[in-house]
T-cell receptor, first 115, second 113 residues
Framework: QKEVEQNSGPLSVPEGAIASLNCTYS??????FFWYRQYSGKSPELIMS????GDKEDGRFTAQLNKASQYVSLLIRDSQPSDSATYLCAVNQDAGGTSYGKLTFGQGTILTVHP | KAGVTQTPRYLIKTRGQQVTLSCSPISGHRSVSWYQQTPGQGLQFLFEYFSETQRNKGNFPGRFSGRQFSNSRSEMNVSTLELGDSALYLCASSVRDGNTEAFFGQGTRLTVV
């Protein structure tokens, strides 16, 4: 089992729709969860961080965390063509402080928003 | 506030050579992590430095090494380059460690021929 798994995609949604991106992780001790967006040929850009169970909203983005189910998701409301990118889920396992600086990434989900 | 700066942006090296990549973190950030990104393996953690000390290391051979200076700037070195080392090398800085938000530089695209 991979440590961090994302829905494989690619995911295609029409402009204005809600895009839903999902991620599961294997280490129950994981503490911190991040979503990055990566445009083709560019580096990852942090768009959301979440540390506690529940929802966290930032503009059109909502991150949801359920530690009991070991599941984190990202919702993008009113999707725009400029949202077309690869979305990476990243988890910091922080097992007793030994995972300093180490983010474990999923393979990414390619999102295409078509006009 | 300036972001994470990586130099050079592009490199072409020959098998067997060595290479040094540089990373300047965001001002005030003391943790610097390095990642390798390839189409097949995705983003893989190389190592992390904090206050000039390596605190964590990924599963890469000893040819991959790094260091951090007193001003938090970091370098990574790859010796005896192999074709498989061709990748995008990314540096990320954070205030303290992986539990805080990490911001990536633009990366160094290394091609080994």
């Amino acid at each position: 089992q991979k440590e961090v798994e994302q829905n494989s995609g690619p995911l295609s949604v029409p402009e204005g729709a809600i895009a839903s991106l999902n991620c599961t992780y294997s280490d129950r001790g994981s503490q911190s969860f991040f979503w990055y967006r990566q445009y083709s040929g560019k580096s990852p850009e942090l768009i959301m961080s979440i540390y506690s169970n529940g929802d966290k909203e930032d503009g059109r983005f909502t991150a949801q965390l359920n530690k009991a189910s070991q599941y984190v998701s990202l919702l993008i409301r009113d999707s725009q063509p400029s949202d077309s990118a690869t979305y990476l889920c990243a988890v910091n396992q922080d097992a007793g402080g030994t995972s300093y600086g180490k983010l474990t990434f999923g393979q990414g989900t390619i999102l295409t928003v078509h006009p | 506030k300036a972001g994470v700066t990586q130099t050079p942006r592009y490199l072409i090296k020959t098998r067997g050579q060595q290479v040094t990549l540089s990373c300047s973190p965001i001002s005030g950030h003391r943790s610097v992590s390095w990642y390798q990104q390839t189409p097949g393996q995705g983003l893989q953690f190389l190592f992390e430095y904090f206050s000039e000390t390596q605190r964590n290391k990924g599963n890469f051979p000893g040819r991959f090494s790094g260091r951090q200076f007193s001003n938090s700037r970091s370098e990574m070195n790859v010796s005896t380059l192999e074709l498989g080392d061709s990748a995008l090398y990314l540096c990320a800085s954070s205030v303290r460690d992986g539990n805080t938000e990490a911001f990536f530089g633009q990366g160094t695209r290394l091609t080994v021929v």
